[in-house]
């Protein structure tokens, strides 16, 4: 039996656009990990390679979100001319299962890793479900070893350490995939997971590494010997911990991806994420920053509070406070969501392109600006912050400080200055 997992190529501008941005998802291996040794699995990741739809296969599974569900589709469409069954995976089919069915022959619904020989079981028979779907969420001691064969020499490591996250924000689907309680892997697990991969940077995939304090510690005590460059996500809430900070620099944390989303709190009431409070973003990132860690900050437009001075109020702020890069995106609603719900109401939706629910077009009509503003705010702001006299201005603390490498990892300013060059030349046909 022969199995082909894809990862469908990403259309969009911004970060869709830096390849090294853009790491096969973590799904593929997993699911190669857990398929038995005497069936050949083969992973593409369309952003590194193209497809062959000439080659053969008895099962192809597809990791789908909303944004690449067109050229899902159209995979989906090849192989099943050919006769091939296609299951598709990942938050569409999850979310959307409706839209998802009628191009497939099964989807897998949530998590995978309980369902997944079930489906490899059934696919040898042509007999596929419609739906697959696990009767409780993994228990992550049954995520399996993956091993860094699995990967391209292009692409930097993937390694979670947790699932799940206990807010509800309205623009967020992870709570609805994952569970609202936080799942941790046996640390020793993520430090074997580690060592396999101490060769390349690493990023841990988890939406909120640091969401357990006492837990990531013992995790970053751990792999500190490992010698290994990371970067992870946090909530910015979390450098108020000093020690936490501390020990993730120690371990070799050379940024961390944090969603502060926006400066204005009624924005964030909006969207249920009251828990955040911008007035305490400069002393955060400066905590962060004296550890040498970069801050990556993820900003949205299009609150029902935003007028059109928030890009250059965002610019502003970011250049202040060396915010060492960051990605911009307009507010899309997710279908389901109250946001969804009120928009739809006042009749104020008006794009039905998924590949467009990226996060860099405005998909409904804002509140305090016209789509075509919003669509042209986002633009100069990415032109502007990824400018040569504001990439020098925000990273003046690196440049010429010495650090390029150190200690065989990749640092702290090599990754900055590497990454802000990388998304200069991505904006330039933005």
């Known amino acids: 039996m022969k199995i082909l997992l894809v990862n469908p190529i990403r259309e969009g501008r911004g970060q869709s656009a830096v390849r090294f941005m853009n790491s096969t998802p973590l ?12 069936i050949e699995v083969k992973i593409v990741d369309e952003n590194i390679e193209s497809l062959n739809f000439d080659e053969t296969f008895d099962l192809v599974g597809v990791t789908v979100m909303l944004h690449v569900s067109q050229r899902a589709i159209e995979i989906a469409s090849e192989y099943r001319k050919r006769g091939t069954q296609v299951v598709f995976g990942g938050f569409f089919p999850t979310l959307w299962p409706d839209k998802a069915l009628p191009h497939v022959d099964a989807i897998v619904s949530g998590e995978a890793e309980y369902v997944w020989r079930d489906v490899i079981e059934d696919a040898k028979t042509r007999s596929l479900k419609k739906i697959y779907r696990a009767s409780q969420m993994a228990d992550l001691k ?3 070893f993956i091993s860094k064969d699995f990967y391209t020499e292009q692409e930097s490591y993937h390694v979670e350490t947790t699932r799940g996250c206990p807010y509800h924000c309205d623009y967020c689907s992870v709570t609805t995939f994952y569970g ?11 430090v074997k997971q580690v060592a396999e991969c101490n060769d390349r940077f690493i990023f841990f995939v988890d939406d909120n590494i640091t969401a357990n304090p006492k837990y990531a510690k013992q995790v970053f005590k751990e792999i500190a010997p490992l010698n290994i460059s990371w970067s992870g996500q946090f909530s910015i809430n979390f450098a108020k911990d000093g020690e936490l900070l501390d020990l993730a620099a120690e371990s070799g944390c050379k940024m961390l991806f944090a969603g502060l989303e926006t400066l204005n709190s009624d924005c964030l009431n909006e969207v249920g994420k009251e828990w955040a409070v911008p007035s305490k973003y400069p002393e955060f990132i400066q905590r962060v920053h004296d550890r040498n860690i970069g801050v990556y900050g993820s900003f949205m437009f299009g609150f029902e509070n935003d007028t059109k001075d928030v890009f250059k109020q965002t610019l502003d702020f970011c250049e202040e406070n060396q915010v060492d890069l960051a990605l911009f995106g307009a507010m899309y609603p997710l279908e389901g969501s109250n946001t969804y719900k009120k928009l739809k109401e006042e009749g104020r ?6 590949k467009k629910f990226n996060g860099q077009y405005s998909t409904y009509i804002p509140k305090n600006m016209t789509p075509e503003e919003l669509d042209e705010g986002l633009r100069w702001l990415w032109k502007q912050y990824y400018s040569k006299k504001s990439i020098k201005n925000r990273l003046s603390n690196y440049l010429g400080n010495g650090d390029i490498l150190s200690e065989g990892r990749t640092s702290t300013s090599q990754l900055m200055i590497a990454l802000n060059m990388a998304f200069k030349a991505a904006v330039v046909d933005f």
Do not use: M, Q, W, Y
């Open 142 to 144: 049954d995520v399996p």
């Open 27 to 38: 799904a593929l291996p997993i699911l190669k990990a857990l398929t038995p040794d005497d």
């Open 180 to 190: 609202n309680k936080f799942r941790h892997r046996e640390v020793d697990d993520v």
């Open 349 to 354: 939706l008006f794009e039905g392109n998924s």
